[in-house]
């Protein structure tokens, strides 16, 4: 695709489900970003993939936040048991040359999930 | 760890004037990249301009130009003859030459008056 798309775009649920968040990245990107963007805030820093390495999970609030990115493109952010304060934008950036820190991240439009 | 600080919250301009939101930032680090994007009600984040430490010159696009200070560690972006589609919320971001991630500031929401 063009560009990098998100899905669902929004997701409503109840307290203490799981819920799955997807990512596309744009084709040939080998980085790929999460971030979460809470209501009136900047973005927070979750998890990053770089080609076939370790993802780097410094960001990661808490053991109930998983992601993986299967062959080296779709990336999926696992919520679970989700509580009230998960409510937030969950947006995806990808970027072509992840070793040259001055690539753009390109981000998707993101997700907002709503935890009643 | 490095921050970012946007301290205006808010912003408005008249259309057609210029408008300048402030940045600055805090690191150990001699070699980084800077960011500016803009988030419009869509939630697409859409950069605007990016600045090289390692660069004196001030980077520039069109009407948007930014105002590096390294040593100050201040990274100002100034749009001039501002539009209506520059009504957005903008976001200054740091990239360290180690990690991959941006750290952002908090943001700045501009009104553009017509």
């Known amino acids: 695709g063009a560009g990098v798309s998100q899905s669902p775009s929004n997701k409503v649920t109840e307290k203490g489900k799981d819920v799955e968040l997807r990512c596309d990245p744009i084709?040939?990107?080998?980085?790929l970003y999460w971030y979460r963007q809470s209501l009136g805030q900047g973005l927070e820093f979750l998890i990053y993939f770089q080609g076939n390495s370790a993802p780097d999970k410094s960001g990661l609030p808490s053991d109930r936040f998983s992601a993986e990115r299967t062959g080296g493109s779709v990336s999926t952010l696992t919520i679970q048991r989700t509580q009230q304060e998960d409510s937030a934008v969950y947006l995806c950036a990808s970027s072509l040359v992840p070793a040259l820190y001055q690539e753009t991240q390109y981000f998707g439009p993101g997700t907002r999930l709503l935890v009643l | 760890a490095q921050t970012v600080t946007q301290s205006q919250p808010e912003m408005s301009v008249q259309e057609a004037e210029t408008v300048t939101l402030s940045c600055t930032y805090d690191t150990s680090e001699s070699d980084y990249y800077l960011f500016w994007y803009k988030q419009p009600p869509s939630r697409q984040m859409i950069l605007v301009i990016r600045q090289e430490a390692y660069k004196q010159q001030n980077a520039t696009e069109n009407r948007f130009s930014v105002n590096f200070q390294k040593a100050a560690k201040s990274f100002s972006l100034k749009i001039s003859d501002s539009q209506l589609g520059d009504a957005a919320m903008y976001f200054c971001a740091y990239r360290s030459s180690v990690s991959g991630q941006l750290t952002f500031g908090s943001g700045t929401q501009l009104t553009v008056l017509p």
């Open positions: 084709s040939g990107h080998t980085a």
